[in-house]
């Protein structure tokens, strides 16, 4: 354990303890008995001077806030955070640590990546924080821009709920959803695989960039790549209808474009089934998309960023985050709306290093350019 002072987040050495380099010393030649006495009593030498030193011991979270704020009280948080998400779930971050105002820079994750690389090779790096789903983490990754490191409130986490650089959130939650008004309680699909049948041709709809539900049947589901294949093939026979944006996907299915929508979140269907809007949806299953914290490398305010990223894996945290029909990461934490899901899918950095070859397979099957 070490403390997280600026020099340290800044540190991504992985030579020695504190992040600093080891002294190299002179041989140390020792023999027999002698050899091994000497041995553990330097390993008890070692133990104590580490276990019990206050420079050893883990930063507190409120000891980081009292760094953060020597950098100015503000936090630059990159990511897909709609406006009206980001006016519930950052006021709670200001409150928690007063003095520090948030900055939300929200967009679609292919400008929010595209930006933070731009900015990274022009020499100004803006951002302290990104939160965005697991894939575009993922992105800015290998380009370099996020630091390797952990916050230990993600010790608790699960090893696919965490990575060496990013700490799970939330889920966000993909499911089939139709239209009451057009579906009729008979109808209604009691499976997913039950909307390959002919009876739903020319009623579909979903989003083209959806190739998640693909990844997790082949990977999760079936566990075969061909079976996966076989069943969305068979659901393109239906002449689904392609339409760019999640928001709008539900609007049109409450509009009566389409009877069924494919891939729809929970968090757009929840809100406006409050408000007697004609949804429901499938609850056998849902593939969760795992939204994610990491930290900019190159931090204008590093402590900050380092505060949030804890404050984010923590317990409040999770809490602030699993709102309108969203599930925390840390299955401890329960949401603040229960789902209702039997069964979900969440994928993980493992499915994403496929995601490039399965999203050309779900091109191919629907003919998306």
């Given at each position: 354990?070490?403390s997280?002072d600026?020099?340290a987040?800044?540190?991504?050495?992985?030579?020695?303890?504190?992040?600093r380099?080891?002294?190299?010393?002179?041989?140390?030649?020792l023999n027999?008995?002698a050899?091994?006495?000497?041995?553990?009593y330097?390993?008890?030498l070692?133990?104590?001077?580490f276990?019990?030193?206050?420079s050893?011991?883990a930063q507190?979270?409120?000891?980081?806030?009292?760094?953060?704020?020597?950098?100015?009280?503000?936090l630059?948080?990159?990511?897909t955070?709609?406006?009206?998400?980001a006016e519930?779930?950052l006021?709670?971050f200001?409150?928690?640590?007063s003095?520090?105002?948030t900055?939300?820079t929200?967009?679609?994750?292919?400008?929010?990546?595209a930006r933070?690389?731009?900015?990274?090779?022009?020499?100004?790096t803006?951002?302290?924080?990104?939160?965005?789903?697991l894939?575009?983490?993922?992105?800015?990754?290998?380009?370099?821009?996020?630091?390797e490191?952990?916050?230990?409130?993600a010790?608790?986490?699960a090893?696919?709920?965490?990575g060496?650089?990013?700490?799970?959130?939330?889920?966000?939650?993909?499911?089939?959803?139709?239209?009451?008004?057009?579906?009729?309680?008979?109808?209604?699909?009691?499976?997913?695989?039950?909307?390959?049948?002919p009876?739903w041709?020319?009623?579909?709809?979903?989003?083209?960039?959806d190739?998640?539900?693909?990844?997790a049947?082949?990977?999760?589901?079936y566990?075969?790549?061909?079976?996966?294949i076989?069943?969305?093939?068979r659901?393109a026979?239906?002449?689904?209808?392609?339409h760019s944006?999640h928001p709008?996907?539900v609007?049109?299915?409450?509009?009566?474009?389409?009877?069924?929508?494919?891939t729809?979140y929970?968090?757009?269907?929840?809100?406006?089934?409050?408000?007697?809007?004609p949804?429901?949806?499938l609850r056998?299953?849902?593939v969760?998309l795992?939204?994610?914290t990491?930290?900019?490398?190159?931090?204008?305010?590093?402590?900050?960023?380092?505060?949030f990223h804890?404050?984010?894996?923590?317990d409040?945290?999770?809490?602030?985050f699993?709102?309108e029909?969203?599930?925390?990461?840390?299955?401890?934490?329960?949401p603040?709306e229960?789902?209702?899901l039997?069964?979900?899918?969440?994928?993980g950095?493992?499915?994403?290093?496929?995601?490039?070859?399965?999203?050309?397979?779900?091109k191919?099957?629907f003919?998306?350019?």
């Amino acid at each position: 354990m070490y403390s997280y002072d600026r020099m340290a987040i800044l540190d991504n050495s992985k030579d020695g303890l504190l992040g600093r380099p080891f002294q190299q010393g002179g041989p140390m030649q020792l023999n027999g008995e002698a050899s091994m006495r000497s041995i553990c009593y330097l390993m008890f030498l070692c133990a104590a001077v580490f276990f019990s030193a206050p420079s050893g011991r883990a930063q507190s979270i409120d000891e980081t806030y009292k760094q953060a704020l020597k950098e100015g009280g503000v936090l630059n948080v990159y990511g897909t955070l709609t406006p009206d998400t980001a006016e519930k779930v950052l006021p709670i971050f200001e409150k928690r640590f007063s003095g520090i105002k948030t900055v939300n820079t929200g967009a679609s994750s292919d400008k929010i990546v595209a930006r933070a690389i731009s900015e990274a090779r022009g020499g100004r790096t803006i951002g302290d924080v990104f939160h965005m789903n697991l894939e575009n983490i993922m992105q800015v990754h290998e380009q370099g821009l996020v630091l390797e490191k952990l916050p230990p409130e993600a010790d608790v986490f699960a090893s696919h709920l965490k990575g060496t650089y990013w700490v799970a959130t939330r889920f966000n939650t993909l499911v089939a959803a139709w239209n009451t008004q057009l579906v009729s309680k008979a109808d209604e699909p009691k499976s997913f695989e039950e909307l390959a049948e002919p009876k739903w041709k020319g009623k579909l709809l979903a989003e083209p960039r959806d190739a998640e539900f693909l990844i997790a049947f082949a990977e999760q589901r079936y566990k075969s790549a061909d079976k996966a294949i076989a069943l969305f093939k068979r659901i393109a026979a239906n002449n689904v209808e392609f339409h760019s944006g999640h928001p709008q996907l539900v609007e049109l299915l409450m509009a009566g474009q389409g009877s069924v929508c494919l891939t729809c979140y929970t968090h757009h269907l929840l809100p406006r089934m409050h408000k007697a809007a004609p949804l429901n949806y499938l609850r056998s299953l849902g593939v969760g998309l795992i939204s994610a914290t990491a930290v900019f490398k190159n931090a204008p305010h590093p402590n900050t960023a380092w505060l949030f990223h804890r404050w984010a894996a923590s317990d409040e945290g999770q809490k602030a985050f699993g709102i309108e029909g969203r599930v925390p990461a840390n299955p401890k934490v329960e949401p603040a709306e229960p789902i209702g899901l039997t069964t979900v899918y969440g994928l993980g950095e493992k499915e994403y290093r496929e995601f490039a070859r399965y999203e050309k397979i779900w091109k191919q099957i629907f003919s998306l350019r």
